[in-house]
């Protein structure tokens, strides 16, 4: 494989999901990519990782021609979308995760995409592994798509299952998911909604070809349901869950 072809990466952020990529990329087998960068925020933060080539300095990954590809997993959509513009503008393909950053700069993000040619991966901003943007693209790209409808947040789900299954208070199930990783440590984007409407905004314009930021549209959480909602449907033989729905109405 030529010099050209491989991967060389320039990561932002090493914490859950960047610390799951990193193990990931290191533990997969033939891959030609190598990751010859870390950006971080806070240089002397305990990361039990060993000897990284972290840095603070984004010029050093973002400046580096070397590095071809980067990686953005980062939980501050303003910087992100700094470090994605430039690595775009420098003519870096990007790979990012961070859904509200996407959700809130889509049209732009595409425009940069298309003057400087390079490659603007975000399937993991909507359902982490499940390819459904590829889905809509490849299967359903020359059909007219009505409607769709799923779970698409993975922490909310987890939650609402114990305490359907299992009966625990809200705050303990919030808990446990915290505990697995499921859930950051400040939870209110998924528990108060927002991040599956930030998820819903991005396939809104590869199921129907149209914009809309979440707050152009009606969504709420979980933080509402008690133990006495999820017992109340367990007795009808229900589940509660938190769907994103969007349908297309007429003509427009």
């Known amino acids: 494989m030529s010099d050209q072809s491989k991967i060389t990466i320039g990561l932002f952020g090493f914490g859950v999901v960047g610390k799951g990529f990193y193990e990931a990329l290191i533990h997969t087998q033939n891959i030609q990519a190598k990751i010859k960068k870390i950006g971080i925020k ?21 400046q580096d021609e070397e590095i071809n590809t980067v ?7 303003k910087a992100a ?3 994605v513009k430039r690595a775009l503008q420098n003519g870096k393909a990007v790979v990012s995760a961070n859904k509200k950053m996407i959700a809130d700069n889509f049209e732009e993000l595409l425009n940069l995409q298309k003057q400087y040619n390079v490659s603007l ?6 359902c982490a592994s499940i390819p459904i943007i590829r889905c ?24 609402l299952s114990q305490m359907v299954d299992k009966g625990l208070l809200f705050n303990d199930a919030l808990a446990a998911a915290q505990k697995l990783g499921f859930a950051e440590a400040n939870p ?4 108060e909604g927002h991040d599956a409407a930030n998820k819903l905004s991005i396939l809104l314009a590869h199921a129907f070809g149209c914009t809309a930021l979440a707050g152009e ?11 006495h909602d999820a017992e109340h449907a367990c007795s009808k033989h229900c589940k509660i869950k938190l769907v994103a729905r969007a349908q297309k109405i007429g003509d427009g």
Request: proline share 4%; with cysteine.
């Open 188 to 191: 209110a984007l998924d528990i």
């Open 136 to 159: 809509l693209e490849d299967y359903f790209g020359y059909d007219e798509v009505k409607s769709i409808r799923g779970i698409i947040n993975g922490s909310t789900n987890y939650i």
């Open 71 to 77: 990686v953005e997993l980062i939980d501050d959509p």
């Open 217 to 227: 549209f009606l969504y709420f959480g979980i933080t509402n349901i008690s133990r």
């Open 81 to 83: 979308f700094t470090f």
């Open 121 to 126: 991966l975000y399937e993991g901003a909507c």
């Open 42 to 62: 806070i240089p002397g933060k305990a990361r039990g990782a060993g000897k990284l080539p972290f840095t603070i300095n984004e010029d050093d990954i973002l």
